[in-house]
């Protein structure tokens, strides 16, 4: 596992320095895709519209908070606008060598794999709905306490302690208890040090509170849900989805 051990090791790795710049032109990019403007996004997040553009012209970060309520009135998962600043590279190519693989399926026997696989991601997945003071669904807020739940289920998996998970993020141990117990959440900064330390997605530390539509069932969805999911469950879906092509691979050729 990718549990960094000393700070020294994480003084000169840039993937853990938020790209301000990078970040802003990926989010400039998706707005413009769906037509919304930056006042309309600002109002939406509860911002000034000034704060958007800030953002988009890279010399403002948005917190975390913020950073949910802007993925969630845009409808896309945290990964996309993060996708260059966490660790979650190898795990996407592992999916996509896994995609190439299941080509030698029949298309039949390809859709019964994609169903094992859909019931699997969603009993590993741990969904959370957030409720306001009206009891209605809440999107785009951050449950303090989920979040610190998940942090230390996914921190105590990996057999990576408090304090090391502190070195590693350069912030004091007692900080990371108070986010573990829900008392704090983290900066946008400190956020992606966490989701690089450990290595887990952002998708699964902020749970399911940025609610995307699933639009279709295909490959590409499989692989964007599995991220609500700690480390060892996607392990555990793609051991079954190997497993899966090896033993089905003799029925296609059969068909074909």
């Not at 309309?40 to 000034?50: F, M, W």
């Not at 399911?208 to 392990?235: F, G, H, V």
Request: net charge neutral; aromatic share 6%; hydrophobic share 35%.
């Amino acid at each position: 596992m990718n549990i960094i051990e000393t700070e020294e090791s994480f003084e000169d790795d840039n993937l853990n320095r938020v790209d301000y710049k990078e970040l802003g032109k990926c989010l400039k990019k998706v707005r413009r895709e769906a037509k919304i403007t930056s006042d309309k996004l600002g109002n939406a997040c509860g911002v000034n519209p000034v704060f958007i553009r800030q953002i988009e012209s890279g010399t403002r970060l948005p917190s975390l908070s913020k950073l949910v309520k802007i993925c969630d009135n845009l409808q896309i998962s945290p990964v996309y606008l993060l996708e260059d600043e966490t660790v979650i590279k190898e795990t996407e190519r592992e999916w996509n060598t896994l995609i190439t693989m299941q080509d030698v399926l029949t298309e039949e026997i390809q859709f019964i794999v994609r169903d094992v696989l859909h019931s699997m991601i969603q009993n590993l997945a741990e969904p959370v709905i957030v409720k306001d003071e009206n009891n209605k669904d809440s999107c785009g807020m951050i449950d303090t306490e989920e979040f610190g739940r998940r942090l230390k289920k996914v921190r105590q998996e990996i057999r990576c302690s408090s304090e090391q998970l502190a070195v590693a993020c350069g912030v004091n141990p007692v900080f990371i208890r108070q986010i573990e117990t829900g008392a704090r959440l983290p900066s946008l900064s400190v956020f992606v040090k966490i989701c690089n330390s450990l290595p887990v997605s952002p998708a699964y530390l902020l749970g399911n509170e940025i609610k995307i539509e699933i639009t279709k069932y295909s490959w590409e969805e499989l692989m964007r849900i599995q991220c609500d999911m700690t480390p060892k469950a996607q392990q555990i879906v793609k051991d079954v989805w190997a497993s899966l092509i090896r033993n089905l691979k003799e029925v296609s050729q059969k068909k074909k």
